[in-house]
């Protein structure tokens, strides 16, 4: 079946500008998340959905990230007033219901702010 | 915060030879991921150890953990070509936040043919 797709694959946007990277999960996956991962590094955790509330978005930097899944299954993570230090790789992953299960993570969306 | 730390940051090797990647990480785990990274994109899931597990093997793939040391290897036998990426060790803490993974910054493996 499909894997985990994210939309655009690279995005290239000017410093204080607004962008929205877009998640499809498995079909049938609940449980869904987003990273960073900046170049040289190990992706970092973001935010975590159970169904359509996040269950912890301990991880956006601060109050320019947000992300939203309205019906439990399409993830939007938002950034406002994008910033230089936003340009990384922004990957979305999803798992079936229970927390231990495998996360399978997408592609990736390549952000560059200018 | 990273947390899996991983060793050596790049190893070159020739195809054919084994490769052998070892993590350390601090905390109490539920279990142990490796995961491959073509080209700074998407990863892919190789093998999970859990905590009370010592060995794992998956085809070429040797996964050991040792809960006392806080340390894990990843060994790619026979290795090929088509085996350069980045690989990545994460963690799933037994406590509580038991949903996100805590990566390390990854091993960069080169196989020349």
């Known amino acids: 079946g499909a894997g985990v797709s994210q939309t655009p694959s690279n995005k290239v946007t000017e410093k204080g500008k607004y962008v929205e990277l877009r998640c499809d999960p498995i079909?049938?996956?609940?449980?869904l998340y987003w990273y960073r991962q900046s170049l040289g590094q190990g992706p970092e955790f973001l935010i975590y959905?159970?169904?359509?509330?996040?269950?912890?978005d301990s991880g956006l930097p601060n109050d320019r990230f947000f992300a939203v899944r309205p019906e439990g299954s399409v993830s939007t993570l938002k950034i406002q007033r994008t910033e230089r230090g936003d340009s990384a790789v922004y990957l979305c992953?999803?798992?079936?219901?229970?927390?231990?299960?495998?996360?399978?993570f997408g592609p990736g969306t390549r952000l560059l702010v200018l | 915060s990273q947390q899996g730390e991983e060793d050596p940051q790049a190893l070159s090797i020739q195809e054919g030879e084994n490769a052998t990647m070892n993590c350390s990480y601090k905390?109490?785990?539920?279990?142990l991921q490796w995961y491959r990274q073509n080209s700074g994109r998407g990863l892919v899931h190789l093998i999970l150890?859990?905590?009370?597990?010592r060995e794992k093997h998956s085809g070429r793939l040797r996964v050991t953990l040792d809960t006392s040391k806080k340390s894990s290897s990843l060994l790619i036998t026979a290795s090929r070509a088509a085996d350069t990426a980045s690989y990545f060790c994460?963690?799933?803490?037994?406590?509580?936040?038991?949903?996100?993974?805590?990566f390390g910054k990854g091993t960069l493996l080169t196989v020349n043919p």
């Open positions: 992953a999803s798992s079936l219901g229970s927390v231990l299960e495998t996360q399978y």
């Open positions: 079909s049938g996956h609940t449980a």
């Open positions: 959905f159970q169904g359509t509330g996040a269950a912890d």
């Open positions: 905390t109490s785990i539920n279990n």
């Open positions: 150890i859990r905590s009370n597990e």
């Open positions: 994460a963690t799933r803490n037994s406590g509580g936040s038991n949903y996100k993974l805590t």
